[in-house]
């Protein structure tokens, strides 16, 4: 099994930043990719940004490459969504996630977090 805590979510106001740590303890893998998505209230998850541990290869959803940027922290098993210019229309529950392939569908992912809020006001 692996946990998967994310934090840093909150309250911010449009044109602002915020930067998003999802810490993974457990049995993890430097094998895994590790994906952030978003989900807003009646929406469908929505894919954001996928790195690998081994290599930090990275991947980027259409909506937010150039804003968003996924890192990672092997030492502290952390992964990072540094979130830059934020809209109105970032506001949902971001998670992030485990999986043993290199994918952007949700349903791939094999380990959730709890999820964080963020809220960004007009």
């Known amino acids: 099994q692996v946990q998967l805590v994310e934090s840093g979510g909150g309250l911010v106001q449009a044109g602002g930043s915020l930067r998003l740590s999802c810490a993974a303890s457990?049995?993890?893998?430097?094998?895994?990719?590790m994906g952030w998505f978003r989900q807003a209230p009646g929406k469908e998850r929505e894919f954001l940004a996928t790195?690998?541990?081994?290599?930090?290869?990275?991947y980027y959803a259409d909506s937010v490459e150039g804003r968003f940027t996924i890192s990672r922290d092997g030492a502290k098993n952390t992964v990072y969504l540094q979130m830059n210019s934020l809209k109105p229309e970032d506001t949902a529950v971001y998670y992030c996630?485990?999986?043993?392939?290199?994918?952007?569908?949700?349903?791939?992912?094999?380990?959730w977090g709890q999820g964080t809020q963020v809220t960004v006001s007009s």
């Open positions: 996630a485990a999986s043993t392939d290199w994918t952007d569908i949700p349903t791939e992912y094999d380990y």
């Open positions: 457990g049995r993890t893998s430097r094998s895994y990719t």
């Open positions: 790195i690998t541990w081994r290599r930090g290869i990275t």
